[in-house]
Protein backbone atom coordinates (compact mmCIF):
# COMPACT_ATOMS: atom_id res chain seq x y z
CA UNK A 1 0.00 0.00 0.00
CA UNK A 2 1.02 3.50 -0.68
CA UNK A 3 0.15 6.84 0.52
CA UNK A 4 -1.05 9.29 -1.56
CA UNK A 5 -0.71 13.09 -1.02
CA UNK A 6 -3.96 15.06 -0.91
CA UNK A 7 -3.07 17.43 -4.02
CA UNK A 8 -1.52 14.83 -6.37
CA UNK A 9 -5.25 12.72 -5.45
CA UNK A 10 -7.43 16.05 -5.83
CA UNK A 11 -5.55 16.55 -9.54
CA UNK A 12 -6.23 12.45 -10.05
CA UNK A 13 -9.76 13.08 -9.39
CA UNK A 14 -9.97 15.88 -11.72
CA UNK A 15 -8.15 13.83 -14.44
CA UNK A 16 -11.00 11.38 -14.85
CA UNK A 17 -13.85 13.17 -13.72
CA UNK A 18 -16.09 11.70 -16.34
CA UNK A 19 -14.35 8.09 -15.18
CA UNK A 20 -14.76 7.42 -11.60
CA UNK A 21 -16.53 5.05 -9.60
CA UNK A 22 -17.06 6.36 -6.22
CA UNK A 23 -17.63 3.82 -3.05
CA UNK A 24 -19.14 5.58 -0.38
CA UNK A 25 -19.74 4.17 3.49
CA UNK A 26 -20.76 5.75 6.90
CA UNK A 27 -17.66 8.26 7.07
CA UNK A 28 -19.50 9.84 3.82
CA UNK A 29 -22.83 11.09 6.33
CA UNK A 30 -21.02 11.50 9.58
CA UNK A 31 -20.24 15.11 8.52
CA UNK A 32 -23.74 15.43 7.93
CA UNK A 33 -24.56 14.87 11.72
CA UNK A 34 -25.37 10.46 11.31
CA UNK A 35 -23.98 8.51 13.68
CA UNK A 36 -22.71 5.25 12.62
CA UNK A 37 -25.60 2.94 13.77
CA UNK A 38 -23.80 0.38 15.71
CA UNK A 39 -23.18 3.43 18.08
CA UNK A 40 -26.53 3.92 18.98
CA UNK A 41 -27.09 0.57 20.52
CA UNK A 42 -25.64 1.23 23.71
CA UNK A 43 -27.63 4.22 24.41
CA UNK A 44 -31.24 2.51 23.18
CA UNK A 45 -30.84 -1.33 23.54
CA UNK A 46 -27.64 -1.73 25.79
CA UNK A 47 -28.38 -5.70 25.51
CA UNK A 48 -29.31 -6.30 21.80
CA UNK A 49 -27.22 -6.12 18.73
CA UNK A 50 -27.55 -4.06 16.01
CA UNK A 51 -27.55 -7.20 13.69
CA UNK A 52 -30.19 -8.61 15.46
CA UNK A 53 -32.67 -5.65 15.46
CA UNK A 54 -31.99 -4.54 11.96
CA UNK A 55 -32.80 -8.38 11.03
CA UNK A 56 -35.43 -10.09 9.09
CA UNK A 57 -36.08 -12.32 12.38
CA UNK A 58 -36.68 -9.32 14.68
CA UNK A 59 -38.94 -8.02 11.63
CA UNK A 60 -41.26 -10.68 11.44
CA UNK A 61 -41.19 -11.90 15.38
CA UNK A 62 -40.84 -9.04 17.69
CA UNK A 63 -41.60 -6.32 15.08
CA UNK A 64 -42.31 -3.65 17.51
CA UNK A 65 -38.71 -3.88 18.75
CA UNK A 66 -37.68 -3.34 15.00
CA UNK A 67 -39.79 -0.44 14.57
CA UNK A 68 -38.56 1.30 17.74
CA UNK A 69 -34.94 0.99 16.84
CA UNK A 70 -34.82 1.60 13.30
CA UNK A 71 -36.66 4.81 13.97
CA UNK A 72 -33.40 6.22 15.63
CA UNK A 73 -32.00 5.81 11.53
CA UNK A 74 -34.07 8.72 10.49
CA UNK A 75 -32.84 11.74 10.41
CA UNK A 76 -35.10 13.90 8.70
CA UNK A 77 -32.72 17.47 9.16
CA UNK A 78 -29.78 16.10 8.17
CA UNK A 79 -28.49 17.57 4.96
CA UNK A 80 -26.22 16.43 1.50
CA UNK A 81 -22.48 17.89 2.41
CA UNK A 82 -19.60 18.65 0.56
CA UNK A 83 -19.05 15.42 -0.48
CA UNK A 84 -22.40 13.85 -1.43
CA UNK A 85 -22.69 17.53 -3.77
CA UNK A 86 -19.13 17.08 -5.11
CA UNK A 87 -19.50 13.17 -5.94
CA UNK A 88 -23.33 14.17 -7.60
CA UNK A 89 -21.48 16.42 -9.76
CA UNK A 90 -18.95 14.22 -10.79
CA UNK A 91 -21.87 11.63 -11.23
CA UNK A 92 -23.50 14.18 -13.91
CA UNK A 93 -20.47 14.35 -15.90
CA UNK A 94 -20.43 10.68 -16.33
CA UNK A 95 -19.04 9.22 -13.12
CA UNK A 96 -21.25 6.74 -10.95
CA UNK A 97 -21.80 6.03 -7.37
CA UNK A 98 -22.07 2.94 -5.25
CA UNK A 99 -23.19 3.38 -1.70
CA UNK A 100 -23.64 1.19 1.25
CA UNK A 101 -25.61 4.14 3.39
CA UNK A 102 -29.11 3.90 3.54
CA UNK A 103 -29.74 7.46 4.68
CA UNK A 104 -30.93 8.97 1.16
CA UNK A 105 -28.38 11.67 1.56
CA UNK A 106 -26.52 11.02 -2.08
CA UNK A 107 -30.37 10.28 -3.86
CA UNK A 108 -31.05 14.31 -1.76
CA UNK A 109 -28.27 15.94 -3.71
CA UNK A 110 -29.44 14.48 -6.88
CA UNK A 111 -26.63 11.94 -8.07
CA UNK A 112 -27.32 10.15 -11.47
CA UNK A 113 -25.72 6.55 -11.75
CA UNK A 114 -25.77 5.54 -8.66
CA UNK A 115 -26.59 2.52 -6.46
CA UNK A 116 -28.04 2.30 -3.19
CA UNK A 117 -26.30 -0.97 -2.59
CA UNK A 118 -28.20 -1.33 1.14
CA UNK A 119 -31.34 0.52 -0.03
CA UNK A 120 -33.28 3.47 1.17
CA UNK A 121 -34.43 3.94 4.21
CA UNK A 122 -36.79 6.61 3.14
CA UNK A 123 -38.63 4.20 0.81
CA UNK A 124 -41.55 2.49 3.03
CA UNK A 125 -43.81 0.27 1.97
CA UNK A 126 -46.37 -2.22 3.56
CA UNK A 127 -45.06 -5.90 3.83
CA UNK A 128 -49.31 -6.81 3.21
CA UNK A 129 -50.32 -4.65 0.73
CA UNK A 130 -47.31 -3.34 -0.91
CA UNK A 131 -48.33 0.27 -1.28
CA UNK A 132 -45.80 2.91 -1.32
CA UNK A 133 -46.08 4.91 1.79
CA UNK A 134 -44.59 8.38 3.00
CA UNK A 135 -41.90 8.22 5.69
CA UNK A 136 -43.89 10.52 7.44
CA UNK A 137 -46.55 8.51 8.22
CA UNK A 138 -44.27 5.29 9.23
CA UNK A 139 -42.65 7.77 11.61
CA UNK A 140 -45.59 8.34 13.05
CA UNK A 141 -46.98 4.33 13.25
CA UNK A 142 -45.51 1.13 11.45
CA UNK A 143 -48.84 0.03 11.42
CA UNK A 144 -50.69 0.70 7.31
CA UNK A 145 -54.02 3.14 8.24
CA UNK A 146 -55.49 1.78 5.27
CA UNK A 147 -54.98 -2.00 5.81
CA UNK A 148 -53.61 -2.48 8.90
CA UNK A 149 -50.27 -4.38 7.59
CA UNK A 150 -46.75 -3.76 8.65
CA UNK A 151 -44.77 -1.42 7.30
CA UNK A 152 -40.89 -2.00 6.28
CA UNK A 153 -38.22 0.56 4.91
CA UNK A 154 -36.91 -0.87 1.86
CA UNK A 155 -33.31 -1.57 2.77
CA UNK A 156 -31.59 -4.66 3.26
CA UNK A 157 -31.85 -6.41 6.58
CA UNK A 158 -29.81 -8.79 8.03
CA UNK A 159 -30.27 -12.42 6.69
CA UNK A 160 -31.82 -11.26 3.41
CA UNK A 161 -30.21 -11.19 0.27
CA UNK A 162 -29.00 -8.72 -2.09
CA UNK A 163 -31.32 -8.31 -5.36
CA UNK A 164 -29.22 -10.56 -8.20
CA UNK A 165 -30.01 -7.40 -10.73
CA UNK A 166 -28.16 -4.36 -8.07
CA UNK A 167 -25.59 -7.08 -7.74
CA UNK A 168 -24.74 -6.83 -11.43
CA UNK A 169 -25.57 -3.24 -12.06
CA UNK A 170 -22.82 -2.50 -9.23
CA UNK A 171 -20.48 -4.64 -10.56
CA UNK A 172 -20.87 -3.33 -13.94
CA UNK A 173 -19.63 0.24 -12.23
CA UNK A 174 -16.86 -0.92 -10.62
CA UNK A 175 -15.86 -2.52 -13.96
CA UNK A 176 -16.14 0.69 -16.14
CA UNK A 177 -14.18 2.99 -14.26
CA UNK A 178 -10.63 4.16 -15.08
CA UNK A 179 -10.57 5.32 -10.89
CA UNK A 180 -12.24 4.13 -7.98
CA UNK A 181 -12.57 6.26 -5.07
CA UNK A 182 -13.66 4.45 -1.70
CA UNK A 183 -14.52 6.81 0.85
CA UNK A 184 -15.76 6.75 4.28
CA UNK A 185 -15.43 2.70 4.58
CA UNK A 186 -13.22 0.57 6.14
CA UNK A 187 -14.90 -2.71 3.70
CA UNK A 188 -15.87 -4.75 6.75
CA UNK A 189 -19.28 -5.29 4.81
CA UNK A 190 -19.96 -8.04 2.80
CA UNK A 191 -20.83 -8.08 -0.80
CA UNK A 192 -20.28 -4.89 -0.80
CA UNK A 193 -16.80 -4.87 -0.01
CA UNK A 194 -15.91 -7.39 -2.63
CA UNK A 195 -17.12 -5.28 -5.56
CA UNK A 196 -13.42 -4.28 -6.05
CA UNK A 197 -13.08 -7.16 -7.25
CA UNK A 198 -15.05 -6.10 -10.35
CA UNK A 199 -12.37 -3.63 -11.33
CA UNK A 200 -10.20 -3.60 -14.43
CA UNK A 201 -7.26 -4.63 -14.18
CA UNK A 202 -5.29 -1.35 -15.15
CA UNK A 203 -8.11 1.02 -13.11
CA UNK A 204 -6.87 2.70 -9.84
CA UNK A 205 -7.74 2.26 -6.40
CA UNK A 206 -7.63 5.10 -4.12
CA UNK A 207 -8.89 5.10 -0.54
CA UNK A 208 -9.45 7.80 1.29
CA UNK A 209 -10.20 7.14 5.39
CA UNK A 210 -9.34 8.48 8.78
CA UNK A 211 -8.33 5.10 9.80
CA UNK A 212 -6.35 1.76 7.92
CA UNK A 213 -8.65 -0.67 7.09
CA UNK A 214 -8.96 -3.86 8.47
CA UNK A 215 -9.16 -6.02 5.22
CA UNK A 216 -5.49 -5.08 3.89
CA UNK A 217 -5.60 -3.92 0.70
CA UNK A 218 -3.83 -4.99 -2.60
CA UNK A 219 -0.19 -3.64 -3.10
CA UNK A 220 -1.04 -1.22 -5.73
CA UNK A 221 -4.19 0.82 -3.85
CA UNK A 222 -3.29 4.18 -3.00
CA UNK A 223 -4.03 5.57 0.71
CA UNK A 224 -5.19 8.41 1.60
CA UNK A 225 -5.71 9.30 5.15
CA UNK A 226 -7.56 12.43 6.85
CA UNK A 227 -10.81 14.46 6.05
CA UNK A 228 -12.52 13.72 2.66
CA UNK A 229 -14.36 16.80 3.21
CA UNK A 230 -10.80 18.91 2.80
CA UNK A 231 -10.60 16.98 -0.19
CA UNK A 232 -13.18 16.90 -1.93
CA UNK A 233 -13.70 21.25 -0.81
CA UNK A 234 -10.68 21.44 -3.56
CA UNK A 235 -12.40 19.48 -6.55
ZN1 LIG B 1 -51.09 -1.98 3.43
Avoid: W
Avoid at 30 to 41: A, F, N, Q, V
Avoid at 69 to 91: G, Q, T, W
Avoid at 222 to 230: F, R, V
Amino acid sequence: MTQISGEKLISFMQEQAAHITFLTGAGVSTPSGIPDYRSLTGVYHGLEEPEYLLSATCLKYEPEKFYAFVKHLYHPDAKPNIIHEKIAEYCRQGSALVTQNIDGLHQRAVTPQMVAFHGNLSDVYCQKCQAAVPVADYLTSDVHANCGGRLRPNIILYEEGLPLQRIIVAEKMVAQAQLLVVVGTSLKVYPFAGLLDAKKLDSQVVVINREAPSRPLAADVLEYYGSAEEIFKEL
